[in-house]
């Protein structure tokens, strides 16, 4: 008899790899100058600092011990002071909630908020983690565009007076990923308010705020309603490896992912939520720290969008890159960028189809690319060597 191969959880049925990690694998060629990654650049990331910190954390053998499932009590009160400041009102250190990257606070959060069949809104194009975490929910997942100010607040009240009841809208309020636009304050408010109007939650993802060159990114949408659930990081300011995220939410959100998480993993690393609670109290070396990726990055940035627009003029329309990791650029003839990308890759450049991010479809002559990992020649020669892949 053959053995009967046992059948895996429906909630897989549909479900697919990021299209950007199976695309990272073909990309990572030591010849090409590959934009396609969303890494923060290693060189920045303070080494030596993370390990001295990890050496006194190490002196203390309660640091190799189990912590609480809402993270260690120092570094919630380190960030229950920072995001008090961020958000301009008093957070108490309960709705401060320690998690695995932000990633694992909006998994969990797609279990504690969404029912199967709940609809999420969020933008189109969108953060492909975010889009995995909500199909993974069995959620119904719809878009909203993107334009310069950020969401498209008429379109989802337009949605919302067809009856549509959302249970969560996501945002990446600041330096989106992928579309690299900041939403405005005035949307920022208007969110807010329909999220009281209509009694649905807002999932703030802000892992790129402080990345910000020319001005501090405003004020989050947190700031305007307690309907509003923050999530940030230490990935993109110090380093992806300390796996710290965290998220300010109602006592209720939180006791719900205590929990999940209790389930998941029963807590996070005592070790480097102590390391990283060393480095985000430091506030003198954490400004100047930050100052310098931020400078960094910003001439990065300049550089890029310098080049494009030099390169192509009017065959692309680029985003400005304030602030983040990332551009978004759409070709205005029509290139159709997942059909150029095998031989972008052939003249040793690599980026994002546009395509990967969109939510239904479309985004088919726009591509995302990411500045950080390389200085302004090698991102003017990648430029280059785009224009010559679109010439052939
Ligand atoms: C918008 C957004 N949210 C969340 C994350 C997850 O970051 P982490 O889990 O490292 O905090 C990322 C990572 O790229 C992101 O771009």
């Given at each position: 008899?053959?053995?009967?191969?046992?059948?895996?959880?429906?909630?897989?049925?549909?479900?697919?790899?990021s299209a950007i990690r199976d695309l990272l694998?073909l990309t990572?060629?030591?010849?090409v100058i590959g934009l396609a990654g969303g890494l923060p650049?290693?060189?920045?990331?303070?080494?030596?600092?993370?390990?001295?910190?990890?050496?006194?954390?190490?002196?203390?053998?309660?640091?190799?011990?189990?912590?609480?499932?809402?993270?260690?009590?120092?570094?919630?009160?380190?960030?229950?002071?920072?995001?008090?400041?961020?958000?301009?009102?008093?957070?108490?250190?309960?709705?401060?909630?320690?998690?695995?990257?932000?990633?694992?606070?909006?998994?969990?959060?797609?279990?504690?908020?969404?029912?199967?069949?709940?609809?999420?809104?969020v933008e189109d194009p969108a953060y492909v983690g975010a889009l995995?975490?909500?199909?993974?929910?069995?959620?119904?997942?719809?878009g909203?565009p993107l334009?310069?100010?950020?969401?498209?607040?008429?379109?989802?009240?337009?949605?919302?007076?067809?009856?549509?009841?959302?249970?969560?809208?996501?945002?990446v309020?600041?330096f989106h990923n992928p579309g690299g636009v900041t939403?405005?304050?005035?949307?920022?408010?208007?969110?807010?308010?329909?999220?009281?109007?209509?009694?649905?939650?807002?999932?703030?993802?802000?892992p790129y705020?402080?990345?910000?060159?020319?001005?501090?990114?405003?004020?989050?949408?947190?700031?305007?309603?307690?309907?509003?659930?923050?999530?940030?990081?230490?990935?993109k300011?110090?380093?992806?490896?300390?796996?710290?995220?965290?998220?300010?939410?109602?006592?209720?959100?939180?006791?719900?992912?205590?929990?999940?998480?209790?389930?998941?993993?029963?807590?996070?690393?005592?070790?480097?939520?102590?390391?990283?609670?060393?480095?985000?109290?430091?506030?003198?070396?954490?400004?100047?720290?930050?100052?310098?990726?931020?400078?960094?990055y910003?001439?990065r940035a300049?550089?890029l969008v310098?080049?494009l627009?030099?390169?192509?003029?009017?065959?692309i329309v680029s985003t400005d890159a304030?602030g983040g990791m990332f551009v978004w650029a759409d070709f205005?003839?029509?290139v159709d960028t997942a059909?150029l990308l095998?031989?972008a890759v052939?003249?040793?450049v690599a980026y994002v189809p546009g395509s990967a991010f969109a939510v239904?479809?479309g985004y088919r002559s726009s591509m995302r690319l990411c500045f950080t990992t390389f200085?302004?020649?090698?991102l003017?020669?990648a430029v280059?060597?785009l224009?010559?892949?679109?010439?052939?």
């Amino acid at each position: 008899m053959s053995p009967l191969t046992p059948p895996l959880a429906h909630r897989l049925d549909g479900l697919r790899s990021s299209a950007i990690r199976d695309l990272l694998k073909l990309t990572a060629r030591a010849d090409v100058i590959g934009l396609a990654g969303g890494l923060p650049d290693a060189e920045l990331m303070p080494r030596d600092r993370i390990a001295l910190a990890a050496e006194s954390a190490l002196a203390d053998r309660a640091r190799l011990q189990y912590t609480e499932s809402a993270g260690w009590g120092p570094l919630r009160e380190v960030l229950a002071a920072r995001e008090t400041a961020r958000i301009g009102r008093p957070v108490p250190v309960e709705e401060v909630f320690v998690t695995h990257g932000s990633q694992q606070a909006l998994s969990l959060l797609g279990e504690v908020l969404l029912d199967p069949g709940a609809l999420v809104v969020v933008e189109d194009p969108a953060y492909v983690g975010a889009l995995q975490v909500f199909r993974a929910a069995g959620a119904r997942v719809v878009g909203i565009p993107l334009d310069a100010q950020g969401m498209r607040i008429d379109a989802l009240t337009e949605l919302l007076e067809r009856g549509e009841r959302p249970a969560v809208v996501h945002t990446v309020s600041n330096f989106h990923n992928p579309g690299g636009v900041t939403m405005s304050p005035t949307r920022r408010r208007e969110l807010a308010t329909l999220a009281e109007r209509h009694g649905f939650w807002v999932i703030e993802d802000d892992p790129y705020g402080e990345l910000w060159f020319d001005e501090p990114s405003p004020a989050p949408v947190a700031s305007y309603s307690p309907n509003v659930i923050r999530l940030s990081s230490a990935s993109k300011i110090l380093a992806p490896t300390l796996r710290t995220g965290w998220m300010v939410a109602p006592d209720a959100v939180c006791r719900g992912v205590e929990l999940l998480k209790q389930g998941a993993d029963l807590c996070g690393s005592a070790l480097t939520q102590q390391i990283t609670t060393e480095l985000l109290a430091d506030e003198a070396w954490l400004s100047g720290h930050v100052d310098k990726v931020r400078r960094c990055y910003g001439e990065r940035a300049e550089a890029l969008v310098g080049a494009l627009r030099d390169r192509f003029g009017e065959r692309i329309v680029s985003t400005d890159a304030t602030g983040g990791m990332f551009v978004w650029a759409d070709f205005t003839d029509g290139v159709d960028t997942a059909a150029l990308l095998s031989r972008a890759v052939d003249r040793g450049v690599a980026y994002v189809p546009g395509s990967a991010f969109a939510v239904t479809a479309g985004y088919r002559s726009s591509m995302r690319l990411c500045f950080t990992t390389f200085d302004a020649p090698t991102l003017r020669a990648a430029v280059e060597r785009l224009a010559l892949a679109v010439d052939e």
